[in-house]
């Protein structure tokens, strides 16, 4: 079992920034992937960024150029700097991540781009 905890979640203004974090409870070096995914109400989650095990990152397209995805293995977290935010950016974030054929996600965390 994995269990994945979230900070950084909050409100921000249009063209502000945030970072998210993710910290795993094992060591994450040996997960298939660990990214993101954000969910507004009435929608399903949306890739927002993901990290697998080569290092690869892949982005939503709604996000790409204005997010940057991280991983600190040694820290077994994985951060999302979010820029140039957007009120479409607000939603719920949840950290997910992928070992051998099991998936887990995080409680969520909210994020409020208004001004």
């Known amino acids: 079992q994995v269990q994945l905890q979230e900070s950084g979640g909050g409100l921000v203004q249009p063209g502000g920034s945030l970072t998210l974090s993710c910290a795993a409870s094992?060591?994450?070096?040996?997960?298939?992937?660990m990214g993101w995914y954000r969910q507004t109400p009435g929608n399903q989650r949306e890739l927002a960024a993901l990290i697998n095990k080569s290092g690869r990152i892949v982005y939503g397209d709604s996000v790409k150029g204005r997010f940057i995805l991280s991983r600190d293995n040694a820290k077994s977290t994985v951060y999302l700097q979010m820029n140039s935010l957007k009120p479409e950016d607000t939603a719920v974030y949840y950290c997910h991540a992928v070992q051998d054929n099991d998936e887990y996600w995080g409680q969520g965390t909210r994020v409020t781009v208004s001004s």
């Open positions: 094992r060591n994450i070096f040996t997960f298939y992937s």
